[in-house]
């Protein structure tokens, strides 16, 4: 039981290129999320799912597009990196049914944008 | 948006220590999450305590919701203890998203 899988684990940018960071979870779980986490901050969030087929912004959206292409993925898409976009970005699921509300985190993905 | 405070924003523990973090809610929630990040980046879920008290080994959870707080005890803290504690708040109608504090440092001594 893997639980929450993100890819790649470092990545670093040029200013203006774009990437994909990918997420995929393994528990059936209906939510999903993108947290980035910066120095001080804590987490905020970028953009969640709440089931199949939905995607809405969080705190922090501006730069960022997302798809979640099917239960278990969810995507998050820099178009046009900027260094302000350096940070670990986090990718998180939890079930809204059933009482089991916690949350799974992957193990983060390091970006640099230079 | 809900605020969400932790206190103390840094500790430093001698091994074998109790303590108590502390996090107050500007509003009313129906999802309180507890983490661990640890010095490796990992994030874990310790508790899901939207009201009530929890324990699980040495660490141990009371959330009051009516009075917007909740209380983390560590006891006979270890040197694996060491780490960043978050804690998460979720409104109803938030569709289970999490709103964090910024964490509380924790350094556990030999």
């Known amino acids: 039981n893997a639980g929450v899988t993100q890819t790649p684990k470092f990545q670093v940018l040029k200013t203006g290129q774009s990437m994909t960071l990918q997420c995929a979870q393994d528990?059936?779980?209906?939510?999903m999320y993108w947290y980035r986490q910066d120095p001080g901050m804590g987490l905020r969030l970028i953009y969640y799912?709440?089931?199949?087929?939905?995607?809405d912004k969080g705190e922090v959206p501006n730069g960022y597009n997302v798809s979640r292409l099917n239960k278990r993925e969810f995507s998050l898409r820099l178009e046009s990196a900027a260094p302000s976009q350096t940070s670990v970005y986090f990718c998180a699921s939890s079930q809204q049914t059933g009482g089991h509300y916690g949350y799974t985190f992957g193990s983060g993905t390091r970006l640099t944008v230079v | 948006g809900i605020q969400v405070e932790q206190s103390p924003p840094d500790l430093i523990l001698q091994e074998g220590a109790n303590s108590t973090l502390r996090c107050n809610f500007s509003?009313?929630?129906?999802?309180l999450q507890w983490f661990h990040q640890n010095p490796w980046g990992q994030l874990i879920n310790l508790f899901y305590?939207?009201?009530g008290t929890k324990q699980n080994g040495r660490l141990s959870a009371t959330t009051v919701a009516t009075e917007r707080y909740s209380l983390l005890y560590i006891s006979s803290s270890q040197t694996t203890d060491s780490g960043v504690y978050f804690c998460?708040?979720?409104?109803?109608?938030?569709?289970?998203?999490?709103?964090f504090g910024t964490g509380t440092q924790l350094k556990v001594e030999l």
């Open positions: 528990m059936n779980h209906n939510s």
């Open positions: 509003d009313s929630v129906n999802n």
């Open positions: 305590i939207p009201s």
């Open positions: 998460a708040v979720g409104v109803t109608g938030g569709g289970n998203k999490l709103t």
């Open positions: 799912s709440a089931s199949e087929g939905t995607t």
